[in-house]
């Protein structure tokens, strides 16, 4: 499994961590794409930079081979 890279992860109250589907090869570039949706879509949810190991880890994406 490769579990590299980074992701913004989408968290609201009901539904708990959600993928939007937003990769990125560094932590800088994922926090810039949360800020850039968290402007776009305001404070209904929070978008968060994490690895892909966390974002499986919260089941925010399946871990998985190809």
Do not use: F, N
């Not at 708990?16 to 800020?35: L, P």
């Amino acid at each position: 499994m490769d579990s590299g890279g980074y992701m913004v992860a989408e968290w609201t109250r009901a539904d708990g961590y959600c993928d939007t589907g937003i990769r990125t090869g560094t932590y800088a570039e994922a926090e810039a794409a949360a800020s850039r949706m968290h402007q776009t879509y305001g404070a209904k949810s929070r978008y968060l930079p994490m690895s892909l190991r966390r974002a499986i880890e919260l089941g925010a994406v399946w871990g998985g081979g190809r």
